[in-house]
């Protein structure tokens, strides 16, 4: 049998093409911005020091381009691949799963932000912006926002449309799970620097949206639940996204970044970083077992 028509193939390819696609594209921003620092003959000793700073705090955006440009990779290679632009940004099916999940998104993060600042974990600051800089706050909030989607969208359909679908002809569920789980980890492992907590939260994650793609039979159902959390609490709410400060709207912080406080919340690495969001989590996933159960007189 040929091992490119083998249906793990494509799975993988999908996934191989996505590390190299963003690897590529983040060494590419990388460049552009040490040759900015050439041309502009800053050879002062801190200048490495400030390319890295401006490119970890712009990871984000990184990524939502090179899943963008990975994606139409995919269009214009188009018979060579399977998969089209608007079967991944299928944004007319999308209308048809936002809502009630993108509910359910928004309640995890207004337990999440209530529990945590109720609980003196979580200080609110205000509006993070002066009145004459609205425009330039609301643009870079709203190109954030759009990279973050674009991420999400197109995580969720490797991971569920392609790895999931795939895998789930040959294997259990347990096993699907357990490796869209080591995927998507070791993707996020590649992208940032992760912690125990922070890897223990993103393997949770995947198995809540993997739960919610089986149960809605659609990627897209995962991708509006787990873009709208993560868009109200990192632009919304301006927590930090993966020790990557965001452009958030209203400022939200952790009340301190050592002790229970930073361990409860995530401190500066973000809620992805907090034990809350585990228990959240657990609890989540725990939710259909409890409403499964028949109650017996």
């Known amino acids: 049998m040929n091992l490119m028509k083998h249906p793990f ?12 696609c963003f690897w590529f594209v983040r060494l ?4 552009i911005v040490a040759y900015n620092f050439v041309r502009l003959s800053d050879s002062s000793p801190l200048a490495l020091q400030k390319i890295g700073d401006i490119v970890r705090a712009n990871q984000v955006l990184t990524y939502g381009i090179s899943a963008i440009v990975f994606v139409s ?3 214009a290679l188009h018979p060579l691949t399977r998969t089209r632009f608007h079967e991944v940004f299928n944004l007319k099916s999308l209308k048809d799963h936002f809502l009630p999940n993108a509910l ?6 207004v337990v999440l932000l209530v529990g945590t600042t109720l609980g ?3 200080s609110y600051l205000g509006v993070y912006m002066k009145f004459d ?9 709203t190109l954030f926002a759009a990279a973050l989607f674009a991420l999400t969208l197109v995580e969720e359909y490797m991971l569920r449309q392609v790895i999931e679908t795939t895998l789930s002809q040959k294997m259990s569920t347990i096993k699907v799970v357990a490796v869209s789980s080591a995927v998507y980890l ?19 994650l995947n198995i809540t949206l993997s739960m919610i793609a089986r149960t809605e039979r659609s990627y897209l ?7 709208t959390f993560m868009m109200l609490v990192h632009i919304v709410f301006g927590l930090p996204f993966m020790q990557q400060d965001m452009p958030g709207i209203f400022l939200l912080r952790a009340a301190s970044d050592e002790g229970l406080a930073s361990t409860l919340s995530g401190g500066a690495i973000g809620p992805e970083g907090g034990l809350v969001l585990t228990v959240l989590l657990m609890i989540y996933l725990y939710l259909p077992q409890i409403r499964s159960k028949k109650i017996e007189v």
């Open 186 to 204: 070791g993707v996020k492992l590649l992208q940032f620097n992760l912690g125990y907590i922070e890897a223990m939260n993103l393997v949770l």
């Open 120 to 122: 003196g974990y979580m």
């Open 9 to 20: 193939a494509r799975a993988a390819g999908f996934v191989m093409g996505y590390a190299v």
């Open 221 to 227: 159902a995962s991708a509006s639940f787990s873009a």
């Open 28 to 31: 590419f921003i990388i460049t």
């Open 104 to 109: 359910n998104g928004a309640i995890l993060t």
């Open 73 to 75: 990779l995919l269009h």
């Open 133 to 141: 800089e609205v425009l330039l706050a609301l643009g870079t909030a």
